[in-house]
């Protein structure tokens, strides 16, 4: 992944939160009670922990974002200048407070969370207009599909009329949360490239069995769809990545395992910084599972994440 002298920019368009994290020796049942024995506090949730991967791999960086009128906003905004990523259009929800997680880890690694959608579920079309000019600059736009439909409805629409390369996490926008119904917007099917785990994509192409075969005939759907390139994650099970030319397993990386937490967030990031560089989607997934792999073995959210040097070596170990 060299750069040509010129640093590669992305603009990041997902949630922010405020996690807390404590581990335990197990997840209480309901009605029972634990005694945690470590307490993180960080800022958390698809858009600054995707934006920080990219940073970390080298790229300029824009997150758009939304937040609360409250003391964890100046706490995310903080922590994203910290890792050098631009929040000039983190915007602010007056009336809300900012989207807040709180997880429970245990022994084995394994997690329990409830999350507060707060400022995160006000992010409008207008905001996203607002940001035209760094998605036309852009050389990936990655989307995580948990907001309003509406606001990565326009933040696709105005990727695809200023010609950027979109990578977009189909997971179920904010207010279908709880429904059964599936149906993505047509635009989703616009993205370059779709990243959804296998579940997920089980889900917006009525699969019923999970497997690594049903993996491949979804994506050979999603890129009848229109979707130029599909990459399902299937967490220990590597990733299919489907494209018209063909259907190609990659396997995931040995780690030891220490917290999944953002595995999948460090998968995206690295993938869009790789995209932003060369457009070979397979090295690029190589690339993120690299990633994604190192991010389980440290505890914690941001501070989890791989820079590129550590992705770049743990590659070279594992040709």
Do not use: W
Request: hydrophobic letters at 40%.
């Amino acid at each position: 992944m060299e750069m040509s002298g010129r640093i590669p920019n992305v603009v990041v368009v997902g949630g922010t939160y405020v996690d807390m994290a404590i581990r335990c020796s197990q997840i209480p049942p309901p009605g029972q009670s634990v005694t945690g024995s470590a307490l993180s506090y960080t800022v958390a949730g698809p858009g600054p922990n995707q934006a920080v991967e990219a940073a970390l791999c080298g790229c300029e960086v824009y997150l758009i974002s939304k937040v609360g009128d409250d003391p964890f906003a100046q706490m995310a905004k903080a922590s994203l200048a910290e890792f050098s990523v631009n929040g000039d259009f983190i915007y602010t929800a007056k009336a809300k407070n900012t989207g807040v997680i709180v997880t429970l880890v245990n022994a084995a690694g394994e997690n329990s969370s409830c999350t507060y959608s707060g400022a995160n579920s006000a992010l409008r079309p207008e905001d996203i207009k607002a940001a035209e000019q760094v998605i036309s600059a852009a050389d990936v736009c990655l989307i995580h599909g948990r907001l309003p439909q509406e606001a990565i409805v326009a933040t696709l629409r105005c990727a695809e009329l200023h010609g950027t390369k979109v990578i977009l996490n189909p997971a179920r926008p904010m207010e279908q949360a709880s429904q059964q119904s599936s149906d993505l917007p047509i635009e989703y099917f616009s993205a370059d490239i779709l990243i959804p785990n296998l579940y997920e994509a089980a889900d917006i192409t009525d699969h019923p069995t999970v497997s690594i075969r049903t993996a491949k005939l979804i994506g050979s759907d999603l890129v009848a769809r229109g979707v130029e390139s599909a990459v399902i994650t299937m967490g220990k099970r590597g990733c299919m990545v489907v494209d018209r030319r063909s259907a190609d397993h990659i396997g995931a990386f040995e780690v030891e395992l220490v917290d999944q937490t953002c595995s999948g967030d460090a998968f995206a990031g690295a993938l869009a910084a790789y995209c932003a560089v060369k457009d070979d989607v397979r090295e690029a997934v190589k690339f993120a599972s690299a990633a994604g792999a190192l991010a389980c073995t440290k505890f914690g959210s941001i501070e989890a994440l791989p820079t590129k040097a550590e992705i770049i070596q743990l590659l070279q170990e594992q040709e």
